[in-house]
DNA sequence: TGTTAACCGAGACGGTACGTCACGTCTTACA
DNA sequence: TGTAAGACGTGACGTACCGTCTCGGTTAACA
């Protein structure tokens, strides 16, 4: 009441605020525990709390289970944008899917995300966490279509979220599942965003 | 005919043979909690064990683990293959991909397989468990495009592993990872087909 | 006061503590299990943890395996001393050792007791909880002779020691072992008594 | 009715004879694993089956249970009686009680016999068992009591049984319980064997 | 000389209990 | 009230043996 700040944002919960530091830790902890090659399944809520040099409580206050720490921790870690050259549709769409299908980590969202599938079958909010990391994503290649269509590069009717499902299905499937052994996935995001172009581009063909 | 019989049949191992029964009744059981709707990672074998009759170590003689039980159940559930009308590689495309996207429990394959990804970036052997179930769906498929080759409804130089890919690939992340929010996963196959199409398809532009 | 309090009591460890129900709740359910006749060795932490109502990992947290929760279980019964009337040394030894041989469960230590004797041979620990439950009674007894040495009911140089072991052993065995068939175990602590004292009594003879 | 052979001996039941070369392999299995410091109790018939070369079925048609053939192992080792020189009862009842309570496995009986105790509380067969392992033990010292007895020794009203047991009850209780650790078991046969003459020896005194 | 019945080894069977692990919750003392 | 620590009840894990039950294949006395 010292201050002229009570007024200032929302009213101040009473007691002892959550420390920041442990979000931190936390969400760090589950990171480092990722990038040493956890399975993500294979996190436990134990680990994570001894690495983060936080009590199990600590963790179960800010997040309701095992499901909902691991989407926040991946939201939390933003994959670098690939640089697009922008001179061509072709090129730039080929730099945004190379990430997904290329190495053996490409991106540690798509690490994390087969052990999340199932939880998310059954827990509502984690869709929406999956759509948080993916968006931002998907709206770049949106917008490099876009800008195709602008260009007459494209079409002036394509559809473009199915252009995006035509172009994101293959190279994840592959990547995610090997589904097919008989496809190269290096080189696998080229050909699509050819065959693909190659039948909705407008002049190209 | 002494001689002739030594080479006729395996060797017969010694001790009491495995009972088929216990083998039926342990992937029936499988196949029964995940009719229930019981979900993949949640079923023991515990609970496999106690529903088929069986020990524990019954099941555990067969199968390495858990993970490696489910997949054989799976593989031992063939999904029945829709009917093919043969008039249209369009309309057969489209048969072969709605029930892969379509209802909520599509193909039981499909459902248990979220479940089993992330044991299968660890193990190899699962990976050939996984070829074996969907071979035969890709087979079906690449005869509808080979007949299509064949007939000139499709172009000649058809690259027809890559259009598997193209065809699959979005209806599988749409169905498995509910991809896109903005995309309706029902008539989503039909519009892949088109899509995929128009651009493959040969005198059809 | 601040240094003071320093050095006052345990540091006091850091969780939550354990609960004493739980000790209590297991200990008794061991002592219900060995009241009803259940042989020691057939006792299962498994049966312990159903009947205290507890988890088998607190069970697990306290004692290393089954037979250190067995000792510490015959630890917390104490049965009670007899009646010493003091009036002779004769007496009072055969009042000690009438419990120790007579009834079929005399003493409950002596019921676990032989279920314990092969794993005490390998494990040290389980020795001092050995000795922790008869040091007691092996004091009353040397008691009862050392009061009689110095009464004079018994010579001056007696070892207590081997009179101990002389005047218990023929009793434990026949009890515990049913050494020989030919010697009635009720009447054996007296004539044991008699037969000693006769021998190590100064004036008696 | 055949022939007048039906009176003499057991009828010899049809059917293949019992194996005598697995009854040996069986019986020296238990043993050898004994002899290597296996524990009794921890000695599982899979093992004994194992090392012996035989069938687990072929133990279980000859002995009810791992109790069971454990005594009859114990009843095919004999202890070698020791030398008796005969010069005196006092060096002769020592000799006899030393091998019982010195080394740290002095008579393979009695490495085996505390894993048996408890399960004789319960089977009465067992008793009998072990009846036969001491019998011939018991014999032995009492043929030097009685020559005692009869060369003036010892007094003529000695209660034999009562004395088998004043001597044997401290050594075993010592060794098999280490139930006094004030007590030296090296010389305690010794100091036994004196204390409990000393008493009841007639002229000794 | 076959027949026959119980034997043999091997090992699978349905069970029970083991001791470990992680879950998500609860309970301390302290800040 | 939040926090670190850690105990709690729960329940599955994968292993080890239990004592029983098939298997195909001996092994001897009887017929």
Redesign the interface.
Known sequence: MIGVTAAAGPPRAPGRPRSTRADEAIIDAVLDLLAEGT???AISIEAVAARAGVGKATIYRRWANKEALLVDAIMNLKGQSPDLTGTSVRDDLAALLRPVGRSRRPHPAAAV???L??E???NEQM?AG??QV?EPR?QLMRDVLERGIRTGELRADL?V??????L???????H????????DPAS?PE??VD??????GGPA?
Chains 1, 2, 3, 4 share one sequence.
Do not use: F, K
Not at 168 to 174: A, D, E, F, K, M
Not at 195 to 200: F, K, N
């Open positions: 399975n993500a399944e995300l087969p052990c599938i199932s998310m079958h059954r869709w999956y759509q993916v998907r559809d979220e199915l252009t995006l499902a035509l994101t299905g293959p190279v994840l499937i592959q995610e599942l090997r589904w097919n052994p008989r496809l696998l050909r699509v065959a693909v172009l190659e039948g909705i063909r």
